[in-house]
């Protein structure tokens, strides 16, 4: 397994640009969710998704949007990228069920709006 | 879920001795988990305390939950200087997502 993968690892961006970051896991897990992590900062979440076709907004969701429409996928847009964007960004996946809690991290995504 | 919030935020010790980091938490909980992150790296899971336990053990770790307090201790017995990275709690409180985490414990542990 390759457990949960992110794309691109590093991107640079110019204030007002689109993109896309993608995670993907291949454990077969319900729960996916994003995170952002600015220096000497803990995470904060963004949005996450308890299943296909399900999404919820967390603690930061402005200016990003996700859907989920397979198991597998869960890709975090930037509208209009912003200097505030700037940041480290985590996807995470875990089961939802049988007491399975524990979430499942990415290697990260480092995003720069210039 | 419940957000995690760690003390200390910031932690140095010397190798061979024990580092304590403590969480809080505002509601009730089903469940408690501790992570670590290294330096530009993605979290990792350590370990997931229940509501009704009260002490975990694994390997050099133990974590205890006291729910009457909303707190919970995460203890690394005999350190080493690989133990270095921040540690995050996070709680959860129902099956619907949600886990939100603190800003954590930056632990250093000098050779």
């Known amino acids: 397994n390759a457990g949960v993968t992110q794309t691109p690892k590093f991107q640079v961006l110019k204030t007002g640009q689109s993109m896309t970051l993608q995670c993907a896991q291949d454990?077969?897990?319900?729960?996916m969710s994003w995170y952002r992590q600015d220096p000497g900062m803990g995470l904060r979440l963004i949005h996450y998704?308890?299943?296909?076709?399900?999404?919820d907004q967390g603690e930061v969701p402005n200016g990003y949007n996700v859907s989920r429409s397979t198991t597998e996928d869960f890709p975090l847009r930037l509208l209009s990228a912003a200097p505030s964007q700037t940041s480290v960004y985590f996807c995470?996946?875990?089961?939802?069920?049988?007491?399975?809690?524990?979430?499942?991290f990415g290697e990260g995504s480092r995003l720069t709006v210039l | 879920s419940q957000q995690g919030e760690e003390d200390p935020q910031a932690l140095s010790i010397q190798e061979g001795e024990n580092a304590t980091m403590n969480c809080s938490y505002k509601?009730?909980?089903?469940?408690l988990q501790w992570y670590r992150q290294n330096s530009g790296r993605g979290l990792v899971h350590l370990i997931l305390?229940?509501?009704?336990?009260r002490e975990k053990h694994s390997g050099r770790l133990r974590v205890t939950l006291d729910t009457s307090k909303k707190s919970s201790s995460l203890l690394i017995t005999a350190s080493r200087a690989a133990d270095t990275a921040s540690y995050f709690c996070?709680?959860?409180?129902?099956?619907?997502?949600?886990?939100?985490f603190g800003q954590g414990t930056t632990l250093q542990v000098k050779p």
């Open positions: 995470a996946s875990s089961y939802r069920t049988s007491g399975r809690w524990e979430l499942f």
């Open positions: 454990m077969n897990h319900e729960y």
């Open positions: 998704s308890v299943g296909a076709g399900i999404t």
């Open positions: 509601t009730s909980i089903n469940n």
């Open positions: 305390i229940r509501s009704n336990e």
């Open positions: 996070t709680g959860s409180s129902s099956n619907t997502g949600k886990l939100i």
